[in-house]
């Protein structure tokens, strides 16, 4: 059991956007921001997306990026890890 429950506190208080982008080659890549890096450990956060969404993906400048449209399954996969649906915000 953690002693500290910064993690639990931080993860109800974000403000997370969801959002699609085009890259080149017509490929899209779904972008998670809004994550404070501080109290929260966006490469794991990172891992268990690219595992629960079976896509690469990558931690770069304070965002997650994933290949591919997942935009819905992502906000599931975050509310699995334990952040509030309603803080969770998808474009």
């Given at each position: 059991m953690p002693?500290?429950?910064?993690e639990t506190i931080a993860k109800e208080s974000q403000r997370i956007r969801v959002y699609l982008v085009k890259k080149k080659f017509d490929k899209f890549s779904t972008?998670?921001?809004?994550?404070?890096?501080?109290s929260i450990d966006l490469?794991?956060?990172a891992k268990t997306l690219k595992s629960d969404l079976a896509c690469?993906?990558?931690v770069k400048a304070g965002k997650i990026e994933l290949q591919g449209?997942?935009?819905q399954k992502v906000k599931m996969?975050?509310?699995?890890?334990g952040f509030?649906?309603?803080t969770i915000e998808i474009r």
């Open positions: 002693i500290c429950v910064c972008i998670v921001e809004g994550l404070e890096a501080k490469r794991d956060v690469g993906g990558t449209d997942h935009r996969s975050l509310i699995r890890m509030a649906p309603a």
